[in-house]
């Protein structure tokens, strides 16, 4: 198992929470991201039973997704004293709290409102598990993520912009913007930076850079040459995204959440025009049926 330096611990959640990690010294303790608000008791367990009586004094988000910050509020709650940072760009719909520009509404999905003390500045470092971090932006999955880069020990904190095995959903493509070029040029960064450890927002902490780099490139040409196939993959993803957090639905119940997500029907009218919303959506549930993701039984939607 890959070890990383003292002062670093990662909290490797599921899929519907992203990945923590917790940075400590003599001064600090910096968490990085929070999950999802319906993990938030299990968030403050993992922290609470590490940090014991020391409180959390800062939290940085790497972008404002809400399997990321989700959890925000209940550590503020918690821990009242700490900070809170957030990415630049849409981090005054933070300070004005608007859950339509930070995208909570339009995916259906949730995340309590909180208090940001400030933004991150792409270009500016900060010092935590006494190691120098640097800010970089990484573009693509979010027009407004960022990442953490320690340049003495080659470790990267991605966030969504390399997985292991591929990258998050191009968010902005949902919205009719073209942002497959910005996912290329982020895993070009990334490529030049020499990162010898990958801590992603999800899945296990990695070393071969250059492997999960060929991989990504491989999904982001497919992607390009078949834009909806990542229409596809993007809508099953907000599909099985809730289903992991309800568990078990009302399969009337799911479908009206489903109608009411806006992301939903911006994808099903710009690459599914001929179809009604209603076909769309029994096939997609169909096709997350034969995947083994779901099961629908009895008139409710379980999650497999």
Known sequence: MTSLPSGITLFERGWLSSNNILLEDDEQSLLVDSGYFSHSAQTISLVRAHLGE??????????????????????QQHYPELKIFVPPGNSQHVFSWDPVLLSYEPTGQ??????????????????????RWDILAAPGHDPHSV????????????????WENG??????????????????????????????????????????????????????????????????????????????????????????????????????????????FDHWLNMLLEQLQSSNALAIEDEAIINK
């Open 54 to 75: 020391r409180s959390l004094s800062r939290l940085v988000n790497t972008h404002l997704h809400s399997d990321h910050c989700g959890g925000n509020a209940a550590l």
């Open 110 to 131: 949730n995340c309590p409102p909180y208090i940001a003390h400030g933004a991150l500045d792409i270009g500016d470092s900060f010092v935590a598990a006494n190691l």
């Open 147 to 162: 990442m953490f880069f320690n340049q003495s020990h080659g470790i990267l904190i991605s966030a969504d912009a390399l």
């Open 167 to 276: 990258f998050g959903v191009v968010f902005p493509e949902i919205e009719g913007v073209d942002a497959f070029d910005e996912v290329e040029s982020t895993l070009n960064f990334i490529q030049s930076l020499d990162a010898r450890l990958v801590i992603p927002g999800h899945g296990s902490i990695f070393c071969e850079v250059d492997d999960a780099l060929k991989r990504a490139y491989k999904r982001l040409n497919y992607f390009k040459e078949a834009p909806q196939k990542h229409a596809l993959y993007a809508a099953k993803v907000l599909l099985k995204f809730k289903l992991l957090e309800l568990q078990t639905c009302p399969t009337s119940i799911f479908k009206a959440w489903a109608r009411n997500t806006s992301y939903l029907h911006l994808l099903q009218t710009k690459h599914w025009p001929s179809m009604s």
